[in-house]
């Protein structure tokens, strides 16, 4: 059985490294050059809002049902683990299978992607390094949680470090507060701009994704009810002023119209700032994040398929433990095995918007509009985090959610609609054979 071992600091630490990962430093330069203007600073604050209104929806499933896997037990509860509950829980954990290994694979293609500024790399060269980290990965997560926790908060000070230096080299030698004078220059509010808006927002969401890692792992928090929800909005709120103050901290020397180009634009930024070594350090110091970024999302999702196949829901070799170390090793091996082979076959930005398009509908809208059933059908009691103005931020989550899943693109949409339908017939297949729902007969 697993432990609550994690303390509200651990578990912050835990998500705000998920979030940080390799994502804002690789998606700076491509959310400019959609935006392709100095408002380039609205996406980034489109993506914290959305955050903020979605964790408001898991905040209230967190603390109201703390087991490991988070929207696994979060379907099941909303729609009926009787009844069509079987279904959407399973196309969670079906669907988690192929996108939980593309957020990790995402992280590692990152770190090969930087790795590239010291030197030219060969794509066998580049997939050698991105798939050689994720082996490393799994075998540093192969040990007991509270080990793991320290580690999180050991990783966590390297991401403070690298964005603190970067934020400050700004401040003290750029025109800092130039892009937001700038950031509404040549701005129309017109369909080129909403337009603009949605691509960006994809890469910018995709930066903020990880606030509701603790979900995941609420089997193993201590005081779930009050240090879930507490967890994820003081990680959103660190993580949005960082963000932001990253983009304004290399505008301000870097011009943005310039930065859109950049491979490696912190690289650049503190080149220009402090010299050659300089730059080589922050380098360094941004291969330290995205590893933490490994490390935190593999953790977390290697827990999905576990409670799954605990309670009956999915294959039950993944619900054994480490008989020494009380993990589930099966599961992680399983996903890190996955995340290698994707680290190798796919390019990074079209592993972001498949990331997205293939967990919207079943995760994201599926468990807001669960979370409107079950504070219809249950006791308000049995949920120790209430979210302000209900059910409006559930709405509003639902909405932004459509247009951030439109905007990933029509190749992206089918292919998540194909993975959902698939895993239809796959339970559909398992229930007939196994007489469960909607096939289970009737006394």
């Known amino acids: 059985m697993l432990q609550r071992r994690l303390s509200l600091t651990q578990a912050t630490a835990i998500n705000m490294i998920d979030m940080v990962g390799i994502g804002p430093f690789i998606t700076l330069p491509m959310v400019i050059g959609m935006m392709n203007g100095p408002y380039f600073l609205y996406a980034w604050l489109a993506g914290a809002l959305l955050s903020f209104v979605d964790a408001m929806v898991w905040s209230e499933l967190g603390a109201a049902f703390p087991k490991a896997g ?20 399973f196309l969670f954990v079906w669907q988690t299978m192929i996108q939980a290994p593309l957020v990790i694979a995402s992280a590692a293609i990152g770190f090969a992607a930087y790795c590239g500024y010291f030197t030219e790399l060969s794509p066998i060269a580049a997939k050698a390094i991105s798939g050689s980290l994720v082996i490393l990965i799994v075998a540093l997560l ?23 230096w970067i934020i400050g080299a700004g401040i003290f030698h750029g025109n800092f507060l130039a892009p937001i004078r700038q950031m509404n220059d040549g701005l129309e509010l017109n369909y080129v701009f909403i337009a603009c808006m949605g691509h960006a927002g994809v890469k910018a969401v995709y930066s903020y994704l990880g606030y509701y890692n603790v979900c995941h792992l609420g089997g193993e928090i201590k005081d779930p009810g009050k240090n879930i929800p507490r967890s994820m909005f003081l990680s959103i709120a660190g993580i949005s002023i960082l963000y932001l103050a990253m983009n304004i901290s290399v505008t301000s020397v870097i011009p943005w119209n310039e930065a859109m180009n950049s491979e490696h634009v912190i690289s650049v930024f503190m080149q220009r700032l402090a010299g050659d070594a300089a730059a080589v350090v922050v380098t360094i110091l941004i291969l330290w994040v995205a590893f933490a970024s490994v490390f935190s999302a593999t953790l977390g999702y290697s827990r999905i398929p576990y409670a799954a196949a605990v309670d009956g829901a999915f294959f039950k070799v ?37 990331i997205l398009a ?7 809208i599926g468990q807001a509009i669960g979370l409107l059933w079950l504070r219809y059908k249950r006791e308000k009691s049995i949920f120790p985090y209430k979210m302000p103005l209900f059910p409006l931020p559930v709405i509003l989550a639902v909405l932004m959610w459509i247009g951030i899943l439109l905007s990933t693109g029509f190749k992206m949409v089918t292919t998540g609609l194909f993975v959902i339908a698939v895993g239809v017939l796959v339970y559909m297949t398992k229930a007939k054979r196994d007489s469960e729902w909607p096939f289970e007969k009737k006394n």
């Open 70 to 89: 988070g929207s696994y037990n979060f379907l099941k509860e909303a729609y009926g683990e009787k009844g069509l509950g079987k279904l959407m829980s």
């Open 142 to 164: 192969y040990r007991k949680i509270e080990t793991i926790g320290k580690i999180s908060v050991l990783l966590w000070g390297g991401v403070l470090v690298t964005l603190v």
């Open 318 to 354: 993944f619900a054994k433990l480490h008989p020494t170390r009380n993990f589930p090793h099966i599961s992680l091996l399983v996903l890190g095995g996955i995340a290698f082979v994707f680290s190798l076959l796919f390019r990074l930005s079209d592993v972001i918007s498949a």
């Open 358 to 364: 293939m967990r919207i509908l079943v995760q994201f």
